[in-house]
């Protein structure tokens, strides 16, 4: 293995045992569909960010562009105030890269100014390096009423809040099952299994006339230190994907915007429990 491939798998070694960590039922999951005699590969990996300079989609980005990814497509989700970027890997086993961010010019004066307050806390050069990626939330405490303010207004800067920065989901491909070949068969298993999946626009988003069919769960709620207490607020998500053939007869390889501004909804709350 050469020193590029050996970073990347580093790098994703890192993501997934901090993600799995964090959302045990990622890892049953996971261990599920393994159990079909199915191998698991990822379609993509989901960052979010905030758009200040250092840390904006490009500045992950740059990570991955020196290990040979390369920029895909461009999105814009107006309604959610985020826009987006995708990089396809170097090498057809290895997932591709989505990277949202929060347009702050769009934002109200308070959040813009919570994030800087948090951004602020962060030690010189933290962001240079790149294993902040897996890290979490280098700022605290935090507030659980800071954290209901926030999410009145993004759900999405709310997320950041909590638990910064780290994977928001993995994604399963679909293409790589054998067990399972749609994403009818799959979701129905897991359902089965008492897995809630997010309904938000239909279970399945997409499909064939889009190229792209994708499903996700609900983020599991984990247990959240506040200088209020305790408090269960979700967390991440694991996807599905089904790429469907272009005329031409290639896999579909980017995203469709319709479907990503559905499933950024798998980590909203209706409120958290206290405990």
């Known amino acids: 293995m050469d020193d590029k491939s050996q970073a990347i798998k580093n790098i994703f070694d890192h993501l997934w045992v901090d993600y799995t960590i964090l959302n045990p039922n990622v890892q049953r999951i996971h261990d ?22 250092g840390i904006r989609v490009e500045d992950l980005a740059h990570f991955f562009l ?13 309604e959610k ?25 769009e934002c109200s004066a308070q959040l ?14 933290y ?12 700022w605290n405490p935090i507030s659980y009423q800071v954290y209901d303010v926030l999410r009145q207004e993004s759900e999405y800067a709310a ?7 780290r994977a928001n989901h993995f994604t399963v491909s679909v293409n790589q099952l054998k067990q399972f070949p749609d ?28 190229y792209l069919s994708q499903s996700s ?3 599991d709620k984990v247990a959240i230190k506040f200088v209020e207490g305790v408090y269960s607020v979700p967390s991440c998500f694991y996807e599905f994907a089904l790429r469907h053939e272009l005329p031409s007869g290639e896999l579909f390889s980017g995203f469709v915007a319709d479907n990503a501004d559905k499933i950024f909804e798998s980590t909203n709350s209706q409120g958290a429990l206290r405990q």
């Open 112 to 125: 813009v100014d919570t994030v800087k307050a948090v951004i602020s806390q962060t030690e010189d050069g």
């Open 159 to 165: 997320w950041m809040y909590v638990f910064g920065y």
């Open 217 to 219: 769960t609900m983020a």
């Open 81 to 105: 105030k985020l826009k987006a970027r995708h990089l396809d890997a170097p090498r057809p086993d290895l997932p591709k890269i989505f990277i949202s961010e929060l347009i702050l010019e």
């Open 32 to 53: 599920l569909i393994a159990s079909q005699q199915e191998k698991v590969v990822n379609d993509h990996i989901a960052f979010r960010t905030f758009g200040l300079d």
């Open 127 to 138: 962001f240079k390096t790149v294993d902040y990626l897996w890290k979490g939330r280098p």
């Open 66 to 78: 020196e290990l040979g990814y390369t920029y895909g497509g461009d999105y814009h989700f107006k």
């Open 183 to 210: 994403l009818v068969s799959l979701n129905a298993m897991l359902k089965q299994q008492g897995i809630t999946l997010n309904a938000s626009g239909g279970e399945i988003k997409g499909g064939e006339s889009v």
